[in-house]
Each structure stands twice: as C-alpha cells, then as structure tokens.
C-alpha cells in the first residue's frame, strides 16, 4: 500500500526527495512492444544484430520509452497526497536524454519535489526534479523537470 500525507506535508516537502521507484527491467520484449504500439522500428531499437554494429554495441530503449515509463515509477514512489480527486502529468518543462539505456538494463526513477504552489480552486501544482537511473551505471538515462497537478 502506497505511503499517505496531506497537502501540507506535500507543500512542507519542498526540496526533499519523495521517493525512489523500484527497479525496471528493459528487455527487449518491452522495447519491441513499445515500437509496435508508436510505430518506430529504428533498428537500433529492435535489430540485435544490426545494433550489435553500432556504436550502442546492441539494441536500446527508445528515449520516449523511457521517459514514459516515469508514470509507473512515480506510483511506486510518490506518496498518495490525501483529498485529492485525480493527479494529473501536467507536462515537463525539461527533458533530457543523457544516456542510452541497453536492453536487459533495469531503471529505476528518483524524484525530489522542487516546487509545489497553490492554484486556482486550491489545487497543487508541483514540479519534480525527476532522474532515471540505471543499474550501475555512472551516468543517468534522463533528467526532467516534471509538472504534476493534484486536484482537491
């Protein structure tokens, strides 16, 4: 069961990283899938052997299969703030795709609220400082700035 606080414990936590996802497995099955449903079949994507030629030295994850995976690490990793009707992804105001992630490499999300304001009828607006990681790796897959609204 995910962690609960209230709205004023989200807006006090400002600054504070929230949560950190559990790991992510990027095989090749999931990489497939995610060309088949965006119709991107780049073959460094989804030919083993022609990637293998590449300086990737095999498949990787599509940057847009990365990042979208971030929804289900913040459910792993956020805390359910109480009262609220829906949580909506508001968008980013930045993204970066720093390094390729291999296929069979796991992901894990990390998330540090940067901002959290009130909005119109009372609703939270937040901005998470949000990092992929991979497994044992020096360098992250992505970094973004993440807008998530909650709505009261």
């Known amino acids: 069961m995910r962690r609960e ?23 090749q099955a999931r990489i497939d899938a995610f060309a088949d449903v965006t ?10 052997l022609r990637a293998a030629k590449t300086d990737f030295g095999g498949t990787v994850a599509h940057g847009m299969l990365t990042l979208s995976m971030m929804s289900g690490m913040a459910y792993g990793a956020l805390p359910v703030v109480a009262g609220t009707k829906a949580s909506i992804n508001y968008g980013f105001d930045s993204v970066r795709f720093i390094a390729p992630v291999h296929s069979g490499k796991r992901i894990r999300g990390r998330f540090t609220l940067a901002e959290a304001r009130r909005r119109g009828r009372g609703d939270l607006m937040t901005r998470f400082a949000a990092t992929v990681e991979i497994e044992g790796a020096a360098r992250p897959a992505l970094k973004a700035d993440w807008l998530v609204l909650y709505q009261f």
Not at 5 to 27: N, Q, T
Not at 39 to 48: A, C, G, L, W
Request: without cysteine; charged residues 30%.
């Open 39 to 48: 119709e991107d079949h780049q073959f460094i994507h989804v030919d083993p």
């Open 5 to 27: 606080i209230d709205r004023a414990e989200m807006e006090a936590a400002v600054g504070r990283e929230l949560g950190v996802s559990p790991w992510f497995v990027m095989d």
